[in-house]
């Protein structure tokens, strides 16, 4: 019996943002990890924003909802068994496939401690979905869901690449063999990998500590500061770009940041003494995640490993690797 050819994606349905692959060059789907009622409608000369429909309700989903004051932003683990994951996963699917396909294959992502909702997370992902986008209706079929630790993703991206007939090859012989330390900045965790060939579950793990701590803690000093609360998407850009815009000007804001990045950065330089001492039996530590442009320099300086690699497009490795698992796995 021949092998089924699979449409194969990766997905990581991050508690700051989705991205979505089906490919290592593909530009990645990217957005908002948010959703709100689409009951208000819109009124005004804008972009209308698009309704999209999930078992007859009806919701806004990533930018379109970072408007609504009613928008939801799950930030525990209690999500992954929430109608908001099953949205912004299928939602994610619309953007790769907008007139729906089937015989898919989806690797995704969860933080290292959290595997064993892997299994249950699977079935309620897997089967036929029937959506509407602004009324059209888009059919998916996912045959399979295959999670793996999010870290994970970030070191197949930098070890293994494909070769020109599309199929899974090594890229980087010291990565792919050698051990190899990953340090995981996402929204509500961050997560630690041990890598040797394969992932070694005892000396990898995650903590529920992560940039949403630091967007928490920014937020407080802003409305001190500036009698002023930003929006999670504000957060997100005066953490990478240190300004915030009060009344039309932009404002300094390294000072109120400083202090919720080092109370990230000392939690996982903590867990990763604790898991790898100081990461002397691996010849390379990687950076990833969302949040490594903005902690990542810091905990290099504090944790101290002499090879560590802040990764160019740390928030899409994960999910480009986990494509990358994912076509090898259904090969």
Known sequence: MAKKNYNVVGIDVGYGFVKAVTGLDDKPVIFPSLISPASDGDVGIGKARTIFTVDGTDYFVGADAGVSKLARHTVSRDRLKSSEFK?????ALCKLFPKGVGDIFVATGLPGSWLKDAEELSRSLTGPFNVKVDGKAVGHFVDKVE??????????REAFTVNGNGKP???DKNLATQPTLVVDFGTATTGFAMLSGNYISERSGSIEVGMNDVLVGLRRACSAEFRYEP???ELVKATMTGKLTVF??????TSLLASHKDNLVDAAVSQANTLWQGGQQASTLLLTGGGASVVGDDFKRKFGHPNTILLPESQTANVKGLWLY??????
């Open 231 to 233: 929006s999670y998407t």
């Open 326 to 331: 994912g076509k090898y796995r259904s090969a």
């Open 147 to 156: 999670p793996y630790p999010q870290a994970f993703g970030s070191w197949v």
């Open 169 to 171: 090859t090594v890229a």
């Open 248 to 253: 039309g000007k932009a404002q300094d804001i």
């Open 87 to 91: 949205v912004l996963f299928l939602y």
